[in-house]
């Protein structure tokens, strides 16, 4: 493979000295528009590209942030990181982005192989428990806010959805339909998503004895959906309604409803957190806990750029609603006793 072209064929070629090229790629204050000009021309002309990179960290800026997410096939990610990289390039910002698939020895591999490469990281950790991941934040040496995690004892920067909020007005609704026996399918019991949800379903029926509502944890994954429906359907104690704990575990539910033949809200109540463009093809429309990504992204972009400024702004939250539609319904037989 040929050789890169470097600022020494430029300054061979331009008749200059490399120091010469070196000032007026760098965009140096004291170069003549003349020497500008030789150079500027001789480098168009053998094609140099200059390192960027190299130029960053040389001026301690790269002008890049990093953002890892534990499945950026997930749409909530996929939404929330093109607005975040929308405000990050206003501000002259490009993104490096890093899938951890989930694993926090991921988290902190790509933390470790992005920290000389970029001025900041917005980071969705696997595992907010995980002892080494605490450990690798705490020697990071650049500004990072966290996306929707909250980690015990700290103070770091994070902007955090209010789940607790959106979950209780979800049950609420079912319980107030008449469903007695409500179950929630959620993901990793390690992130503040799901343990927020827990906390506020603890405290959901305290003055409501004859509701029953069970959570399963396990992974934001359609297998954890599926199995975890086919249990519960399959129990002498069933749930009239289920709350998926995201769209990737609506979409196991939803396999399972469908082998097992079973019609929604006729013979099943079912609520769904997010929005998804595949949902809009689904009759009856879902009920859906809602929360908006592109608010999020902003705001996480924005809570760096503030960041990398010098400002030590912590927690920023931000709303969840529910939206109720025809997927929830009296369980049938309080509608056949209507």
């Given at each position: 493979?040929?050789?890169?072209?470097?600022?020494?064929d430029v300054a061979k070629k331009a008749g200059v000295a490399a120091s010469s090229v070196s000032r007026v790629i760098s965009g140096h204050p004291n170069v003549s528009p003349e020497m500008k000009e030789r150079v500027l021309t001789?480098?168009?002309?053998?094609?140099?590209?200059?390192?960027?990179?190299?130029?960053?960290l040389r001026r301690g800026s790269t002008q890049t942030i990093g953002l890892v997410v534990p499945d950026i096939s997930n749409p909530l990610f996929s939404e929330l990181v093109f607005h975040a990289?929308?405000?990050l390039n206003a501000a002259g910002y490009a993104l490096l982005i890093a899938n951890s698939q989930g694993v926090p020895g991921s988290d902190i591999t790509h933390i470790k192989l992005l920290r000389q490469r970029v001025d900041g990281f917005l980071l969705s950790l696997s595992d907010e428990t995980d002892a080494q991941t605490a450990s690798a934040l705490k020697e990071l040496d650049k500004p990072f806010v966290l996306l929707d995690r909250d980690i015990a004892k700290t103070k770091y920067s994070s902007v955090l959805w209010d789940h607790g909020s959106g979950i209780k007005a979800a049950a609420t609704h079912l319980a107030d339909l008449g469903h007695r026996r409500i179950a929630m399918i959620?993901?990793?019991?390690?992130?503040?998503?799901?343990?927020?949800?827990?906390?506020?379903?603890?405290?959901?029926?305290?003055?409501?004895?004859?509701?029953?509502?069970a959570k399963y944890d396990g992974a934001f994954t359609p297998d954890h959906g599926e199995r975890t429906t086919d249990f519960l359907l399959g129990g002498e104690n069933a749930p009239t309604a289920i709350i998926a704990g995201s769209v990737q575990i609506l979409i196991g539910v939803l396999r399972?409803?469908?082998?097992?033949?079973?019609?929604?809200?006729?013979?099943?109540?079912?609520?769904?957190i997010d929005h998804a463009p595949m949902l809009e093809f689904i009759d009856p429309p879902?009920?859906?806990?809602?929360?908006?990504?592109?608010?999020?992204?902003r705001a996480a972009a924005q809570l760096l750029l503030d960041r990398l400024e010098g400002r030590t702004t912590r927690k920023r939250p931000l709303p969840v609603n529910f939206d109720p539609k025809s997927s929830c319904a009296p369980p049938m037989d309080k509608a056949r006793s209507a």
């Open positions: 493979m040929p050789r890169p072209i470097g600022i020494h001789a480098a168009a002309a053998l094609g140099y590209e200059p390192n960027i990179l190299a130029q960053g990289e929308n405000t959620d993901g990793n019991p390690r992130v503040h998503p799901t343990r927020a949800r827990s906390l506020a379903l603890q405290t959901a029926f305290e003055d409501r004895p004859e509701v029953h509502l399972c409803l469908r082998r097992r033949k079973l019609r929604v809200p006729d013979d099943l109540s079912l609520v769904t879902l009920a859906t806990i809602d929360r908006d990504c592109g608010d999020f992204g």
